[in-house]
């Protein structure tokens, strides 16, 4: 069986969560076109809502890093249920999914969903809105 290249990404990214008040660490990692992964956790402000979401600090990390297309997305949180990503990191992360853009959601102990992100965001706003 093939190692899960997400799995101990993202329990480091959840591990460094910075939640103090919801205690509700999450870690993202997204996965861009040239094949290298870029991970993020929730930093959270007691400024609500100044902090952000694990998805939008692994996008950061892509930028950064000179990248700017995205073909998978992968999220861990702990729970029974699925922890797709919110609405706001969805529309953060259609601004640079490639189509087909899997989104992968873990806990601890392994995958538990995967959907397409054009499924989890039908109708998207975007760049051709603004032409």
């Given at each position: 069986m093939a190692?899960?290249?997400?799995?101990?990404?993202?329990?480091?990214?959840?591990?460094?969560?910075?939640?103090?008040?919801?205690?509700?660490?999450?870690?993202?990692?997204?996965?861009?076109?040239?094949?290298?992964?870029?991970?993020?956790?929730?930093?959270?402000?007691?400024?609500?809502?100044?902090?952000w979401c694990a998805e939008t600090s692994a996008i950061a990390a892509m930028v950064m890093a000179g990248?700017?297309?995205?073909?998978?997305?992968?999220?861990?949180?702990?729970?029974?249920?699925?922890?797709?990503?919110?609405?706001?990191c969805r529309q953060k992360l259609w601004e640079f999914a490639l189509p087909g853009t899997r989104v992968l959601v873990y806990s601890p102990q392994g995958l538990k969903a995967s959907w397409l992100l054009e499924n989890l965001l039908p109708h998207a706003f975007g760049g051709d809105q603004l032409k």
């Open positions: 190692k899960d290249p997400y799995l101990e990404l993202l329990k480091e990214a959840m591990e460094r969560a910075y939640a103090p008040y919801s205690g509700f660490p999450v870690g993202a990692v997204v996965k861009s076109n040239s094949g290298k992964l870029y991970s993020g956790t929730n930093m959270e402000n007691a400024a609500y809502p100044q902090g990248e700017q297309q995205l073909v998978e997305v992968a999220v861990m949180a702990e729970g029974e249920k699925p922890c797709p990503p919110c609405g706001g």
